[in-house]
């Protein structure tokens, strides 16, 4: 089994997990701080960016392989993975401790929680033959 689409997606979703860590990697460097934040209000901020990307990513890429094994059309698995690698990109920029209602931190999760829906739509369609 190939799993060609999810690998796309995965591979695109790399480099913005690598500037997300090195981010929290060097503020931490330059704050020797290795747990917590140390009440530094930035690398809180760095720290969130990040784990907003771990608790996503990982669970649409999983449903992302549930699609694909059970060969779902081609289309819901782009439109879940454009949707997964925009909400990537703008969540970060709009996740900020000073404006809760930023407009890139709705983008982020509407585009991630629409990934889920367009996978789960795929899923049952499988499941139930549709």
């Not at 190939?2 to 460097?29: C, D, E, G, N, Q």
């Not at 930035?42 to 990982?58: T, Y």
């Not at 549930?66 to 920029?93: K, M, S």
Request: hydrophobic content about 55%; charged content about 15%; glycine content about 8%.
């Amino acid at each position: 089994m190939t799993l060609t689409m999810t690998t796309l997606y995965a591979l695109l979703l790399i480099p913005i997990w690598f500037v997300l860590w090195i981010r929290v990697t060097s503020t931490r460097s330059e704050l020797n701080c290795s747990i917590g934040d140390r009440g530094d209000l930035g690398l809180l901020q760095k720290i969130r960016q990040h784990g907003n990307f771990i608790e996503w990513v990982p669970f649409v890429l999983i449903l992302m392989v549930l699609a694909e094994a059970q060969d779902t059309d081609a289309l819901w698995l782009h439109a879940a993975g454009i949707l997964l690698v925009v909400g990537r990109l703008a969540h970060p920029l709009g996740l900020r401790i000073d404006n809760a209602g930023h407009p890139l931190r709705y983008v982020g999760n509407g585009t991630n929680i629409l990934a889920v829906l367009v996978l789960a739509v795929a899923l049952v369609r499988i499941l139930t033959g549709i």
